[in-house]
């Protein structure tokens, strides 16, 4: 496979059709620069990350600091689209993005994520504590920098090396109340940080075409579908039971653990279909991951409210 830097086609498409019928862009394109659907991942992990962190944070800063840090996935997300436009504009699914498109001009985009990423990791630091700007910042350069920049187009464990970024923010949002990095937020680093190959990878099982069509190595590309259903089954088996560690742990209550232990069971059912390669058992999964990790989530912040309105 030819490196994306070369291919001709992405860059033709880029150049001849973004700016045919430039036009000032508005709002939408700048809020969509910031990759709203992955920022509202981003909130909610970062919200349950500081609601399950010991201790008590003023509401005020508790709000800045959720704020900032989705600013900062904002910031990684304009980055991203920023470097990527012209792979972007070979595949189907982000042709229509801001900077492709030709809505938003690569500089605009470049100066919009970089004011974002120093203002968001500034006022963290002022408003809230130096370990949570320090995490955000490095999620900010380990999205943009070592998976957008270096791993995506290098090598297919692109997804698992560069999830980090992803699982950085209830790391955040703990240090926010903490200041420090503890076991604990390192366990629901660990728990996103394994969802997301078999995530990713169900998805890239069913729009490989795509990733193939601009060069991109995901797993389904470089090693084919049989390698990548197994590689979905064996991070799924490791996901399960470290899903259950806030629960052994005794920092989720028993209300987690069982929700734990069964939505563990269904993903790692929906992972062996996809291994049998049972029909559309991939696009299940990947909307299933989507549900998993919210509620796994959702009952971690739930349980924590309630049992602290109790105690």
Do not use: C
């Amino acid at each position: 496979m030819s490196d994306i830097t070369s291919n001709d086609i992405g860059k033709d498409q880029y150049a001849a059709g973004a700016y045919s019928s430039r036009r000032q862009p508005d709002a939408s394109d700048y809020v969509e620069l910031l990759k709203p659907r992955v920022m509202s991942l981003v909130i909610f992990t970062a919200f349950v990350g500081l609601i399950a962190a010991p201790g008590t944070v003023n509401p005020v800063i508790g709000f800045a600091a959720i704020f900032l840090i989705a600013v900062g996935a904002g910031a990684s997300g304009a980055l991203n689209m920023w470097y990527d436009a012209d792979i972007d504009a070979v595949m189907d699914r982000t042709a229509n993005r801001p900077v492709p498109s030709g809505r938003i001009e690569p500089g605009e985009a470049l100066a919009f994520g970089m004011v974002l990423s120093v203002a968001s990791v500034a006022l963290l630091g002022l408003l809230v504590n130096v370990i949570s700007a320090a995490l955000l910042a490095l999620t900010i350069f380990f999205y943009a920098v070592v998976y957008t920049m270096w791993l995506k187009r290098r090598t297919p464990q692109n997804i698992v090396i560069g999830g980090a970024a992803g699982a950085f923010p209830p790391m955040i949002g703990w240090a926010a109340v903490t200041g420090t990095v503890t076991l604990e937020s390192i366990v629901l680093f660990a728990i996103i940080f394994l969802w997301t190959p078999p995530h990713f990878w169900a998805l890239s099982l069913f729009i490989g075409k795509d990733y193939e069509k601009a060069g991109v190595p995901m797993l389904p590309v470089v090693s084919g579908e049989r390698v990548t259903r197994n590689q979905i089954l064996l991070y799924s088996l490791l996901l399960a039971p470290v899903a259950v560690l806030p629960w052994v742990m005794g920092f989720a209550g028993d209300v987690y653990g069982v929700a734990s232990v069964v939505l563990g069971a269904m993903f790692l059912w929906g992972a062996v279909n996809v291994w049998r390669a049972r029909e559309k058992a991939e696009q299940k999964l990947f909307a299933f991951s989507i549900v998993y990790l919210f509620l796994l989530f959702a009952v971690l912040a739930v349980e924590t409210i309630v049992y602290g309105v109790l105690a």
